[in-house]
């Protein structure tokens, strides 16, 4: 099968993005991975496709597939970029538009600057909505927010980490560190990824405050690795970060790739808006083999 793409990046997060606006392609499990696959396919930390418009007052539907071929339910760095690619490809001439996601509707608008926001609608705290198990558990209370020890496999005498926990759409967990720099994130990325008391697995967030409106982030992204950058993983980590109360409430974000600003009220009825850049890099046309394992 030979299909086009446009590969565009979001303060570094990359993705592969396919227009079935005019008709499905089809791809299984197994050819999403290959698109993702950075030595025989494209490279992408997650595949974004665009399709047409579910329902009225929906202006598209959005389909996210991590870099293991598993669909989720949000990207916040890809809504700005699938935001830039319908405009810049014609399919709306809106600077703001409705998007359908696995987990609600989205709302990106482009800025005159060039950079994207997104209405990325509001946090959820709730345990069994992230979803978390906190059976047993006691948490500790800072500001209206709370932290849960977790103890790690294969760490049995090592003090538990302490994380807040939050949804965006898709499962966080983010912990307070003294140094990104330094934080463990490959060695205990994957053990909170795939910890049992994330039913769904989860992104393990890594937050360094510098002061209440600038932090440092990594991000060790469910069914892909830790990434240059993650928009719902900024998202959460400023919103848990407001409830501890250490964040006002307009954060630079700093990440590895780029710089987002996220803004929260800190008010549970109120959306999180995230702004950053959106750019493509380069447009393709790649052949797929039929049968994949």
Known sequence: MQIRFTKMQGAGNDFVVLDETQGRLGLSTAQYRF?????????????????PSPGDGIDFEYVIHNADGGEVEQCGNGARCFARFVHDKGLTGRDTIRVQTRS??????????????VDMGRPEF????????PAGLTPVDQGSGQKWPLSLDGQAQAAPVFVAVASMGNPHAVQLVDNVDT???????????HHARFPQRVNAGYLQVVDRSHVRLRVFERGVGETLACGTGACAAVASGIRLGLLDAEVQVETRGGT????????????????????????????IPDTLL
């Open 35 to 51: 698109l993702a696959d950075r030595h025989f396919g494209v490279g992408a930390d997650q595949i974004l496709t665009v399709r």
């Open 183 to 193: 934080a463990p994130v490959a060695q205990t990325g994957p053990l909170i990824e």
């Open 126 to 133: 709730d345990p069994a909505k992230v979803p978390f198990d």
């Open 260 to 287: 987002l600003t996220i803004a929260w009220s800190g008010q549970a009825a109120d959306s999180v808006f995230m702004t950053g850049p959106a750019t493509t890099v380069f447009e393709g046309q790649i052949d």
């Open 104 to 117: 609600g509707v989205i709302a990106p608008r482009l800025t005159a600057d060039g950079r994207v926001t």
